[in-house]
Every structure is written in structure tokens, then in C-alpha cells.
């Protein structure tokens, strides 16, 4: 007669399956490097895991929020860049053309490539990015920001049809930058120039004329102010690009300060798991040396 019952049996196969079980987590653990596979292996360290890869992924978000915001001031600024150098170009020769001096032959050449200056400025100010929103219209990118009434009068023939609205990026937390910019100015500017064209281009064009000269000095006083515009639209992406390169880079110590508090939490003791691993492997070897040993006992080996 066997010593071994089926309740014996029964509590040595549970045995052996939770210490299986405890050495199939193990290789796990081990496989992945991580300690934490599931709440259950430390509820606390588990919630300290959790906050740190939200707030990971929050810091991602904004550092791709800045990557994408940098180019577009990026793109805005060179476009402003040239816009300004078309301006002050233009101003220098509408100053030659308010030279009293200058014949009526000088002026009606300047016109000529007034004109043309003219026209560089409308299409900078109407410039498109390359899914070919509008840069320069606020909010409503898909308008552009001047339209041309060919049946106005000069010196009205061109209107803003864009907003002042801004485009807000957040980029850090409670921080946001505007993505866009406006040029409401522009259509003044090329009015009031567009005005002097009409007048530097007539035969017999005189700048000391007072109606001439008047609308000269509209179209310096527009000039200057869109330099004075222009200028102050630069310092200002500038001075964005530089507060995305700083936070960026309060980003970017956070994410390794972060990675290293979640190494500390959840990384693996590789030695400390292959002890353990070794334990349970030399109690499951035990077990079943010890199963064997009393299954082969009877009550005669007993008594």
C-alpha cells in the first residue's frame, strides 16, 4: 500500500506549478529588463512608472510641437527677410525720385522699375508654403492676404483681406507661440506707392509738383513704416526661435531625467532575478526528488 493520496499529489502539483510559474515571470522579467510587468509585481513603483511615460509622452508632444513651429518661423523670417530687402530698396529709389532735380525722363524710368518692385512686393506679401496655405493672411490661410479691384482708382486698389487672428502652438507647459503673422500693413504700403506710380509715370512728371510731391512723401512715410514693421516682425520670430531652442533643450533634460527616475523604478536587477530564478529552480528540483522519495514509501517502510 502507497503512502501517497491524491490530496498529497494534488499539493505537490500546486507547488510545482507556482514555482513555475514564479520562474516563467522571471525569464520575462529578464527577457525585457524590466521589473514591472504588471501592477501586481509593486502597485507603487506601477503608478510611478505610469506618471513618468505620460509625462514623457507629454514632453514628446511638445518637443514635435517645436520641431514643426521652428520651421515654420523659420520659413516665415526668410520670406520676411526678402520682403524687407524689396522694401527698402524700393524706398531708396522712391527717395531719388523726390530729388527735385531728377528730370521728368529720370522719373519715368524709376517708375519703370518702381513697377516692377511693386509687384515683387505683392507677390512676397501673398507668398504660399508648400501645402499652399497663405503665410502672410492670420488665420484665414486658405485667403490671400491682398486683392486687387483693377477698377479702383490707384492708390485704393488693393485691400487686406487677411485677419490679425494668431495661430497659438503650445509647446511647453501653460506656453504657447504664435505660429503665424499678419500683414495688414502691406496693403497701405502698396497703395500709397502704387499712387506715386501713377504720378512718376505721366509725361512731363515733376517732383516739385505739390500734388506729385505729396503723394511721394505718402509713399516714403508707407515705406518707412513697413521697414519699421517688417524689422520689428524678424526681432520677433528671432526672439521665438530662441525661446524654442531653450525650452527644447529644459525638454529634452527632462525626458533623461526622467528615463533615468524610470530605470530606478522599473529596471531589472539582473543579479538579484538570477538568484532568485536559481532558488526556484533547486526548490522545483527538490520537490520532485522528495515526490519520488515518498511515492515509492508503503506502510510496510512505515511500520
Do not use: C, W
Request: glycine share 8%; charged share 15%.
Amino acid at each position: 500500500m502507497r503512502v501517497p493520496s491524491q490530496r498529497f499529489g494534488n499539493m505537490m502539483i500546486q507547488t510545482l506549478r507556482a514555482s513555475n510559474q514564479k520562474i516563467s515571470h522571471l525569464m520575462l522579467q529578464m527577457d525585457s529588463g524590466r521589473r514591472i510587468l504588471k501592477p501586481s509585481d509593486d502597485p507603487i513603483g506601477g503608478v510611478r512608472l505610469l506618471l513618468l511615460e505620460r509625462e514623457a509622452a507629454v514632453l514628446n508632444q511638445y518637443r514635435g510641437n517645436i520641431g514643426t513651429l521652428s520651421i515654420r518661423l523659420q520659413q516665415n523670417e526668410s520670406h520676411l527677410d526678402s520682403l524687407l530687402k524689396s522694401v527698402m530698396s524700393t524706398q531708396d529709389l522712391m527717395l531719388a525720385a523726390a530729388d527735385g532735380s531728377t528730370t521728368s525722363a529720370d522719373l519715368n524710368a524709376l517708375a519703370g522699375t518702381l513697377e516692377s518692385l511693386k509687384e515683387t512686393l505683392v507677390q512676397g506679401t501673398g507668398v504660399k508654403d508648400s501645402e499652399g496655405n497663405y503665410l502672410f493672411s492670420g488665420t484665414l490661410t486658405s485667403t490671400s492676404p491682398l486683392q486687387y479691384d483693377p477698377s479702383a482708382p490707384a492708390g485704393s486698389r488693393y485691400s487686406y483681406a487677411g485677419n490679425n487672428g494668431q495661430q497659438h502652438v503650445v509647446v511647453g507647459h501653460d506656453v504657447t507661440l504664435a505660429a503665424n503673422t499678419s500683414l495688414e500693413h502691406m496693403a497701405e504700403l502698396v497703395n500709397h506707392l502704387d499712387a506715386a506710380l501713377e504720378a512718376l509715370k505721366a509725361p512731363g512728371a515733376n517732383a516739385n509738383d505739390p500734388a506729385t510731391r505729396a503723394l511721394i512723401d505718402a509713399s516714403l512715410g508707407s515705406l518707412t513704416n513697413g521697414v519699421n514693421h517688417l524689422s520689428a516682425q524678424i526681432a520677433r520670430l528671432g526672439g521665438a526661435q530662441n525661446t524654442l531652442d531653450l525650452l527644447d533643450q529644459s525638454h529634452e533634460a527632462m525626458l533623461v531625467s526622467n528615463g533615468e527616475a524610470a530605470n530606478m523604478v522599473g529596471q531589472l536587477d539582473y543579479a538579484k532575478a538570477y538568484d532568485e530564478m536559481s532558488n526556484y529552480m533547486v526548490a522545483v528540483q527538490g520537490t520532485y526528488k522528495v515526490y519520488g522519495r515518498v511515492a515509492q514509501l508503503s506502510l510496510f517502510d512505515i511500520l
